[in-house]
């Protein structure tokens, strides 16, 4: 089959409606999984055709500080305190750090640009209440963002920088081998807030990618501090990123102006294991268990380490 036709017969697929979605039709599984193989070699071909103009995206596009203090972790695991250092702690098991480089925001979200007009079909994230402008990140979900360059680019955020992060300031080590993604758009007419919540997973990392320019007002987030019973409020800045236990209940205030888009990931143990006291309100998610978590005497190489185990294929949503 010629680039022209794989990619002409991905565009001309007759996705499901959103309504079929939300149902969660056996038909709309049906499409996915029996087109999976079209669509990722549509993603592949769409590279190659546009390999000339099209970012590659890696770990340049992060924050510099980051990177060095991550590339320096990797080279001697006792060097982590640099990379713990440049998280401000929000609230227990709550922080934030710059996560992408301002100025390589801008060349991100062109490429995301190109993403949606490449007119390859993409899954919305129908698990969650936002499901009309995100898609999948993550191999294990139907639809997803399958280009290979981008796949690179998730693996070794998740890998090198995400799971030994999660490790340091949360102590999820253990229940983070399974990945998970996804991209929500919040706008003021529709998928405008989020209700308190839960999150299926031991670590989520929540990362802002707004342009500086682009400004919303309201979309405050609500993280509860179990420790003190008090709400405390935080807003999304462009490229900041907030990592938190998955069992941290937060909520979305409405927006009112303007967009706010972000990507959300998520780490979790084999068969959804998360620690003990975690707990989700995104949906009915009857793979996920809870299990106790025992993250002591955990050393930095240990900390520094790249599961060996393979990829399951349970996903939340």
Known sequence: MTTTRILEQARTLDVPSRQASLQREASVSQFWNNNRTL????????EIEN???LLIPDESLLDPRLRKAINEAWENPEKEFAVADLWDEIIPG???????DVKRLADFRNYLEAVVNSQIPRRAPYGIQLNRYGMMLDPRSEGHLAA???????????????????????????YDNQTFGFSIQYNPDKDKDLHAHTDASAATLNININLPDEVFTGSQVDFHDKSTGETVQTIFEPGKAIIH???????????????????????????MQIPRGGTNSYGNFNNTSSVVDSTENITAQQRWSIPDGPKDTFAPF
């Open 39 to 46: 669509l990722e070699e549509a993603w592949a071909e769409w």
């Open 51 to 53: 390999k000339d103009n």
């Open 94 to 100: 709550v922080y934030v750090a710059q996560f992408f």
């Open 148 to 174: 290979p360059s981008f796949q690179a680019f998730y693996n070794d955020m998740m890998d090198r920088y995400m799971r030994p992060i999660a490790r340091l300031l949360l102590g999820t080590y253990g």
């Open 245 to 271: 236990r998955g069992n941290v209940p937060h909520a979305t205030h409405p927006i009112t102006s303007g967009q706010r888009n972000n990507l959300v990931v998520w780490l979790y143990g084999d068969r």
